[in-house]
């Protein structure tokens, strides 16, 4: 069965540096997402992707994050100048364009920011 | 504000002893209610999409079903390898990429 593919499974930073976490949706899909979920909080949304725009982004994705999709196959999200804060689980996810057709999730990336 | 929010934080159950979760939710208008399951250290697993009241479905040990208010996730004779937690999420009426608001999950630990 096809799948999200999220790399590397974890990474470690330094505050202040930038950090790229990549993903590659399930190749047919459309939508493209970013969540994360902080240890013992909600899955929260971060970012969604349609048509090699940002259709939707909450709160939380300020001016230090940014996504990409840079080519047919995979999707980036770029955290500028990291803060402790943001360490976190970052799970990329996606879906295709059916009514019916369900949000596939990867398995994410641990960010922990030192 | 559209929100979700689920009960209980934690259940432990024998093996074969059946229960339900609880998932309250408001928003303006549902487009869908999302289950997950969610092993340690793994991205949420997708179980089921509910799309109006007194809709169900079932997989295995596991029934959903939607109120105009909450969704249940009943579990019948559990195993141990259902131990998980279990998310829900609720989608907004709007464009079909919006996005899913979580709670926060019930962890489910059964033991033989």
């Known amino acids: 069965e096809p799948e999200v593919t999220q790399t590397p499974s974890h990474q470690v930073t330094q505050m202040g540096q930038e950090v790229i976490l990549r993903c590659v949706p399930i190749?047919?899909?459309?939508?493209f997402y970013w969540y994360r979920q902080i240890l013992g909080q909600k899955v929260e949304f971060l970012v969604s992707?349609?048509?090699?725009?940002?259709?939707?982004k909450s709160e939380i994705f300020d001016d230090q994050f940014s996504v990409e999709r840079p080519d047919g196959s995979n999707f980036t999200l770029k955290i500028r100048s990291t803060k402790l804060e943001d360490s976190a689980m970052y799970f990329c996810?996606?879906?295709?364009?059916?009514?019916?057709?369900?949000?596939?999730f990867g398995n994410g990336t641990r960010l922990t920011v030192t | 504000e559209d929100q979700v929010t689920q009960s209980p934080e934690a259940l432990r159950l024998q093996e074969g002893e059946s229960s339900s979760l609880n998932c309250s939710y408001t928003?303006?208008?549902?487009?869908?209610l999302f289950w997950y399951r969610q092993d340690p250290g793994k991205g949420p697993e997708f179980l089921f999409t509910?799309?109006?009241a007194g809709e169900e479905k079932e997989k295995e040990r596991l029934k959903a079903t939607l109120t105009k208010k909450e969704s249940f996730l009943h579990i019948t004779a559990p195993k141990p390898e259902d131990s998980a937690t279990y998310l829900c999420?609720?989608?907004?009426?709007?464009?079909?990429?919006?996005?899913?608001?979580f709670g926060k999950g019930t962890t489910l630990s059964v033991s033989s």
């Open positions: 996810a996606s879906r295709g364009a059916g009514r019916n057709s369900p949000l596939h």
């Open positions: 992707f349609y048509n090699n725009e940002i259709s939707e």
């Open positions: 928003v303006s208008g549902l487009r869908g």
């Open positions: 190749s047919n899909h459309l939508y």
């Open positions: 999420a609720v989608q907004a009426q709007g464009q079909a990429g919006t996005a899913l608001i």
């Open positions: 509910l799309y109006s």
